[in-house]
């Protein structure tokens, strides 16, 4: 039996078609972004809440949400908090900056190297709160970069370490973390965990704009709809912190 040649080239266009619409099936289909777990929301006031860690067999990846209008940060694995503590985010004029970020680089021992102390060639101090961009040191002395230590880098010169923490924005940029708070941080953070930073718990809404019928339900939106960035090999900023 001969085909007739008017059909001939039917023979390869029909499973040409099979094959282009299998490899379109398996495709992988675009996931959408994941939510940052949602801190809770208490009447307590963030400055009379005690600084905890309860992540003991508690499975999940990590996820950190700092809530800058509370001074908190909160400690996910999945969608448990097992950790909340105080901070002390950037003040006026350094403030720390909001958005989407994963943490970067992890140095138990950091220091920075922006901020510090200057002394003299006979190791007397010239000055206690140097900024390196602004003052020099003098020949023969030296410059002790401000200790960060459990330093999590998440941001360009930002980043989550331990310090002092007052229950207001008092650093030069990074956001602060009690001493006994700090290790918990580090410790249960990888290289690529995400940080969220957030102004505050309460959907923004802008004067005249009537809210979203989610916000009237109490339900809790986001302030933003990107997906945090991956974590790369940029070079480090200046450290804003101390």
Not at 12 to 26: E, K, R, Y
Not at 90 to 101: D, N
Request: glycine content about 10%; proline content about 12%; aromatic content about 10%.
């Amino acid at each position: 039996m001969f085909l007739d040649p008017r059909f001939r080239p039917l023979l390869f266009a029909v499973p040409a078609l099979i094959i282009l619409s299998g490899c379109a099936s398996l495709r992988p289909s675009k996931r959408p972004a994941p939510k940052p777990p949602r801190p809770p929301v208490s009447e307590v006031p963030a400055s009379a809440r005690k600084s905890y860690w309860n992540a003991q067999a508690v499975e999940g990846a990590p996820w950190i949400v700092i809530v800058l209008g509370e001074q908190r940060a909160f400690f996910f694995k999945g969608q448990t908090l097992v950790g909340e503590s105080k901070v002390s985010s950037g003040k006026k004029r350094f403030e720390t900056p909001a958005g989407e970020y994963r943490v970067l680089q992890k140095d138990k021992n950091h220091a920075s190297n922006l901020y510090g102390k200057i002394f003299a060639e006979d190791g007397s101090l010239i000055l206690g709160d140097a900024d390196t961009s602004k003052h020099k040191v003098p020949p023969g002395g030296s410059f002790a970069g401000a200790k960060m230590p459990y330093f999590l880098r998440f941001h360009g010169g930002y980043g989550l370490h331990a310090g002092r923490v007052p229950n207001y924005p008092a650093s030069h940029g990074c956001v602060r973390l009690p001493a006994h708070m700090a290790p918990h941080f580090f410790e249960h953070a990888s290289l690529g965990t995400p940080v969220s930073v957030i102004s505050s718990l309460t959907p923004e809404v802008s004067p005249g704009q009537k809210p979203e019928p989610a916000m009237k339900t109490g339900e809790f939106r986001w302030p933003w709809q990107r997906t945090a960035p991956a974590a790369g090999g940029r070079p480090a900023a200046p450290d804003r912190a101390s």
